[in-house]
């Protein structure tokens, strides 16, 4: 762990799995509630010196991280092959976007502004001040084990606030690589701090019911999130939350099935599907439904599974097996319910992948509102295929889920498309367009997927307060 500026050990460790062949990749300390506490106690005390340092200082650290991870995106990227299984080339594009907040929050941290508002008396004046919210508690997800991390790390450091961060089980190597980073940038003791755990719990309990902490950011699953937000209300702590989605992906009646396809495949196997804003619904116009099928279905037999660091593979094993099983449940109800298995549906074991967590990507076709997948996110390389009539159906079929993540519309007609923009319930909207995340690029959800935006603009305002002075001029 890493505890007011140096490496700590705790009294247990646990072991980190490469979950494409099972193997040990090492043993990292099993940290619980009291080295919660005392890492929330060094947040704390690096706090008013933090928040009253320059934003420049704080602009030049975090430059200086940005370089240094860009100095180590070769390595950084094989350990997260490793550690979490994405393909190399796609744990490079994590490592570059994971450096991008350190660059990007680096120039924002200097541009921070209050307000001077007219005052309805004469002689009064109101101004504004931007302060941050003080000692922040970060919760990560083992999916984007690099990224996820700076993308809160960045703007709070940014704002002026400390951080302790618990990441995800799966990846705490991933972590302390991001951590060594900041340490030989050479952020101050106490400003950064790092528990790993076995157990989030303990952990978890610790941040929510410090009142030394005062923000809590969490990005997992939404029945955790839920839970983390009640808890924190009893402080009435702030909370940011990036939960899970279930993205419609959209053929309008005058869109080409083989051109969505082809982005249909790359956006499905984004990290075998394992991506929050992965597209779980493809909702297609009758009449366009077997040349979309034919297409997804010859071009995600073609795609090759196995170890990430093998350069001609683009599927990556699951995370663990209980992640094969969930996908596997729900293929198995749609087919009990009369979906057509296009393709895949089982688990890979052939050429030694039965030591990883494996599963064939596979295309559902005739998928209605009856089956699991429909209501579930899947978090899998599972594509099912619902065909619709009318046009009308399109957004009470899109819509028709708590979650409000990402969603994906393919049409040539501007005003479909904006009908679509205006009309979807979902925080991150590409029209024509598989990759409609970037850094300077608000990202986040509405309804269950979450409360705040990470990245852009709004990003560092998650970690500030508006301070109001009302002054009296006589
Ligand atoms: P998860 O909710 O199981 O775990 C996320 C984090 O919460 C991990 O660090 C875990 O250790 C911790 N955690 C679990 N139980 C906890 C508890 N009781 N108290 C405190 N901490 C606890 O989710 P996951 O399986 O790691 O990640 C996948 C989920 O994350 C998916 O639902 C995905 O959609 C979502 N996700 C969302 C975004 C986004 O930006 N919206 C990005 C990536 C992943």
Known sequence: MYINGAWVDARKSFASHNPANGEVLGHVPDGNEIDARLAIAAAAKASPEWAASTAYLRSNLLHRAWQIMMERKEELARLMTEEQGKPLKASRNEVVYGA????????????????????????????????????????????????????????????????????????????????????????????????????????????????????????????????????????????????????????????????????????????????????????VHRPLVPAFVTELTARTAKLKAGSGLDE????????????????????????????????????????????????????????????????EETFGPIAPVIAYDDEAEILPLANDTAYGLAAYVYTPTLARAMRLFEGLHFGIIGINDINPTAVAAPFGGMQESGLGREGGAEGISEYLETKLGGFSLV
Request: glycine share 8%; proline share 8%.
């Open 100 to 283: 991008d907040f350190l660059q990007w929050f680096s120039e924002e941290a200097k541009r921070v502004y209050g307000a001077v508002i007219p005052a309805p008396r004469a002689e009064q004046r109101f101004i504004t001040l931007r302060q941050p919210v003080g000692v922040v508690a970060a919760i990560t997800p083992w999916n984007y084990p690099i990224s996820m991390l700076t993308r809160k790390m960045a703007p709070a450091l940014a704002a002026g606030c400390t951080i302790v961060l618990k990441p995800a089980e799966a990846t705490p190597l991933c972590a302390m690589a991001v951590f060594k980073v900041f340490h030989d940038a050479g952020f101050p003791p106490g400003v950064v701090n790092l528990v790993t755990a076995s157990d989030p719990v303990p952990v978890g309990q610790e941040m929510t019911a410090n009142p030394l902490v005062r923000k809590i950011t969490f990005t997992g699953s939404t029945r955790v999130g839920k839970m983390i937000a009640a808890s924190a209300a009893a402080q009435v702590k702030r909370v940011s939350m990036e939960l899970g989605g279930h993205a419609p992906f959209i053929l309008c009646p005058d869109a080409d099935p083989v051109h969505a396809a082809k982005g249909a495949v790359l956006i499905k196997g984004l990290n075998t599907g394992q991506a929050c804003i992965s597209p779980n619904r493809f909702l």
């Open 312 to 375: 001609s593979v683009s599927v990556g094993p699951l995370i663990n097996s209980m992640a094969l099983d969930k996908v596997h449940r729900q293929v198995e109800d749609a087919l009990s319910k009369g979906a057509k298995l296009e393709c895949g549906g089982h688990r890979l074991t052939e050429h030694g992948l039965d030591k990883g967590c494996f599963y064939a990507p596979t295309v559902l076709s005739g998928v209605t509102r009856d089956m699991l997948i429909w209501h």
